[in-house]
């Protein structure tokens, strides 16, 4: 559905200046933003998206990944198309590297094959959402922050009926564009890619990561229940010095106890470099650790061990997890730890989740 977006500014010569991300784009008319789904028309700027599902499943909330966001949960998650990064090895490239047509119903093509769209109201999204027995709703696969003003009329009418909302995303958004999404968002995994600006240039397409960690500060300082991923690419991220970088900031800026997420690198998309070694990701979760973070995780690879939760202070395994499967809790009704009653940084009622995808 072509909707006319929130955040614009009309410029000389026909032309539209967006704000809903952090690249700005000056837009002229009849042409596309950076992220294909926003275009000027007759001097407006639109979003072609608006209500326009790519995919609609139900997840574990440690897909996202969320481990301290009601773990062993199920969380009804949604897409739609397009980003505002170019990254080199996006493994959902067929949803976000679109290219957009621009006409009133939206039609978007990857790699020149038509992809498919379904329009759901945000009524009746939250409607499938009580009907799949979630309480938890997760804008996901591509990037949410470009769905604005849809994310913002589902949150709105998620939050009268109790269902909760997450974000997964780069963080690459405006502060506007932030104050007007965060009252109707409860959580989210912002995948921090490197704390480098080389980085982001050269595989993301974008000049700098400042809005991402601008982002993840104003989301803490919010309450909001924020947990990071760094996905680690051989030769291009995997350095000591850019994991310290990143730990350094997330300690001195949101504190010891958010959830750091160290991913896989598997290749993808346009990149085509060996997938991580598993001993990188236990050296950056050594980094991290030493550092003084208490959450870190080493995902998408197999790792004994990789995705527990232990306890800060007497290290127990509170949560105990396999793939995406919670096999054994040791927190009480209050989320302390049983063996010594420390509070763990988890919000939301646990519980143990059946046999789900294992690595």
Request: aromatic share 8%.
């Given at each position: 559905?072509?909707?006319?977006?929130?955040?614009?500014?009309?410029?000389?010569?026909?032309?539209?200046?967006?704000?809903?991300?952090?690249n700005?784009?000056?837009?002229?008319?009849?042409?596309?933003?950076?992220?294909?789904?926003?275009?000027?028309?007759?001097?407006?700027?639109?979003?072609?998206?608006?209500?326009?599902l790519?995919?609609?499943?139900?997840?574990?909330?440690e897909?996202?990944?969320?481990?301290?966001?009601?773990?062993?949960?199920?969380?009804?998650?949604?897409?739609?198309?397009?980003?505002?990064?170019?990254?080199?090895?996006?493994?959902?490239?067929h949803?976000?590297?679109?290219?957009?047509?621009?006409?009133?119903?939206?039609?978007?093509?990857?790699?020149?094959?038509?992809?498919?769209?379904?329009?759901?109201?945000?009524?009746?999204?939250?409607?499938?959402?009580?009907?799949?027995?979630?309480?938890?709703?997760?804008?996901?696969?591509?990037?949410?922050?470009?769905?604005?003003?849809?994310?913002?009329?589902?949150?709105?009418?998620?939050?009268?009926r109790?269902?909760?909302?997450v974000?997964?995303?780069?963080?690459?958004?405006?502060?506007?564009?932030?104050?007007?999404?965060?009252?109707?968002?409860?959580?989210?995994?912002?995948?921090?890619?490197?704390?480098?600006?080389?980085?982001?240039?050269?595989?993301?397409?974008?000049?700098d990561?400042?809005?991402?960690?601008?982002?993840?500060?104003?989301?803490?300082?919010?309450?909001?229940?924020?947990?990071?991923?760094?996905?680690?690419?051989?030769?291009?991220?995997?350095?000591?010095?850019?994991?310290?970088?990143?730990?350094?900031?997330?300690?001195?800026?949101?504190?010891?106890?958010?959830?750091?997420?160290?991913?896989?690198?598997?290749?993808?998309?346009?990149?085509?470099?060996?997938?991580?070694?598993?001993?990188?990701?236990?050296?950056?979760?050594?980094?991290?650790?030493?550092?003084?973070?208490?959450?870190?995780?080493?995902?998408?690879?197999?790792?004994?061990?990789?995705?527990?939760?232990?306890?800060?202070?007497?290290?127990?395994?509170?949560?105990?997890?396999?793939?995406?499967?919670?096999?054994?809790?040791?927190?009480?009704?209050?989320?302390?730890?049983?063996?010594?009653?420390?509070?763990?940084?988890?919000?939301?009622?646990?519980?143990?989740?059946?046999?789900?995808?294992?690595?």
């Amino acid at each position: 559905m072509k909707k006319e977006t929130l955040l614009y500014d009309t410029r000389d010569g026909g032309k539209v200046q967006c704000h809903t991300c952090a690249n700005e784009c000056v837009i002229a008319e009849g042409k596309h933003g950076i992220c294909e789904t926003r275009v000027n028309t007759g001097g407006k700027c639109y979003s072609l998206i608006y209500g326009e599902l790519s995919a609609e499943a139900i997840d574990p909330v440690e897909k996202k990944p969320m481990f301290h966001f009601y773990p062993g949960n199920d969380i009804y998650s949604v897409s739609s198309a397009g980003c505002s990064f170019k990254c080199l090895n996006c493994q959902n490239y067929h949803l976000s590297q679109v290219k957009g047509n621009g006409e009133e119903k939206a039609s978007f093509t990857t790699s020149g094959t038509p992809m498919p769209l379904r329009y759901k109201s945000p009524a009746d999204l939250v409607r499938s959402v009580e009907e799949s027995g979630c309480k938890l709703l997760a804008f996901t696969y591509n990037e949410p922050m470009i769905w604005l003003e849809y994310v913002i009329d589902v949150g709105k009418i998620a939050h009268e009926r109790g269902i909760k909302t997450v974000l997964v995303t780069n963080g690459y958004t405006t502060p506007r564009a932030l104050a007007l999404m965060l009252p109707h968002v409860d959580g989210a995994n912002v995948d921090i890619k490197a704390f480098d600006v080389a980085f982001h240039k050269k595989v993301c397409k974008v000049p700098d990561f400042k809005p991402v960690i601008d982002c993840v500060k104003t989301m803490h300082e919010h309450g909001k229940a924020v947990e990071i991923t760094n996905l680690i690419i051989p030769t291009l991220n995997d350095s000591p010095e850019m994991i310290k970088k990143l730990c350094e900031w997330l300690v001195t800026n949101v504190g010891k106890a958010i959830p750091l997420h160290f991913s896989a690198y598997h290749p993808d998309y346009e990149l085509d470099l060996p997938p991580t070694p598993v001993e990188t990701l236990l050296a950056a979760r050594k980094i991290a650790t030493d550092m003084g973070l208490v959450n870190v995780y080493v995902g998408n690879a197999r790792v004994q061990g990789g995705e527990d939760t232990l306890c800060p202070n007497c290290k127990t395994v509170v949560v105990a997890r396999r793939g995406f499967s919670i096999t054994e809790l040791r927190l009480d009704k209050d989320n302390k730890c049983t063996s010594c009653g420390t509070s763990i940084n988890i919000i939301g009622e646990a519980k143990k989740s059946g046999a789900r995808f294992l690595w």
